[in-house]
């Protein structure tokens, strides 16, 4: 069981630990910290934190390498925060098993909030739902019906298990690569376009506003964030 309010902080840089240590304490959060991949793994698996937050420029070994070490075990919630940014970085980290990634300089409150999304996302995959609700719009995972304000969407087979991907997912992001791997199989992660089509259908039919969506939040380059 996951020491629940203890984050790990695994970065090099005493000055981020320190600022993380403030701003966690001050929010509810216990932290413990490494200064390498190495130790970040040991204490990962001693003290078991609820949520880890990980830098990718480690001195001793890739953060995309520790990040595929720990995802060989460890479950809970992993938000990558890097001076990397690139598409590529970005994507690697998202496909590996990250389920956020902030670039540095990073916004405290933006860090704040997407640790609140990841650990909610969690509990409620821990609690096996079966029906997903966000505010109007509700997921049925076992009848595989969707509800807008009580009335019942019409979603082909394909479109409702995207949108349950999406739902089931809730604030994590997932990379086209992904979402085509899942939906349609390994023969279709390049169709991207595929993709925007079908995402173009789903929020015509679950958006108040399709050209200003609430709950399919686009990633640019990256994928698409289900948003609660």
């Known amino acids: 069981m996951a020491n629940e309010n203890l984050i790990l902080v695994i970065d090099d840089e005493v000055q981020i630990r320190r600022m993380l240590e403030i ?19 040991i204490v990962a698996a001693t003290r078991n934190p609820q949520l880890i937050l990980l830098d990718l420029g480690l001195p001793d070994e890739d953060g995309q390498i520790v990040l595929k070490k720990l995802r060989e ?3 809970n919630p992993i938000i990558i925060l890097s001076v990397r940014n690139s598409e590529e970085d970005i994507i ?4 590996s098993g990250a389920n956020d990634y902030l670039a540095k300089p990073f916004r405290t409150g933006e860090l704040l909030a997407r640790i609140r999304t990841a650990l909610r996302s969690m509990q409620l995959s821990s609690e096996s739902n ?8 509700s997921v049925d995972l076992v009848n595989h019906v969707a509800k807008k304000e009580g009335e019942f969407l ?6 409702f298990a995207l949108l ?10 997932l990379t086209h690569q992904y979402l085509l791997r899942e939906i349609w199989g ?6 991207t376009q595929y993709l925007r089509v079908f995402i173009a259908q789903l929020r015509r039919k679950i958006e108040a ?14 994928g698409y964030r289900f948003s609660e």
Do not use: M, R
Request: aromatic share 8%.
């Open 92 to 95: 690697n980290a998202l496909d």
């Open 73 to 75: 075990w460890y479950v």
């Open 23 to 41: 701003t966690l304490g001050v929010n509810g959060y216990k932290i413990c910290e490494a200064g390498t991949g190495k130790e970040g793994i």
């Open 130 to 137: 079966t029906v997903l609700t966000f505010q109007s719009l």
């Open 209 to 222: 506003d399709p050209s200003k969506p609430i709950y399919i939040k686009t990633e640019p380059a990256i």
């Open 154 to 159: 019409k979603l082909t087979s394909t479109e």
């Open 186 to 191: 390994h023969g279709y992660t390049g169709q």
């Open 164 to 173: 349950a991907l999406l739902a089931k997912n809730s604030g994590k992001v």
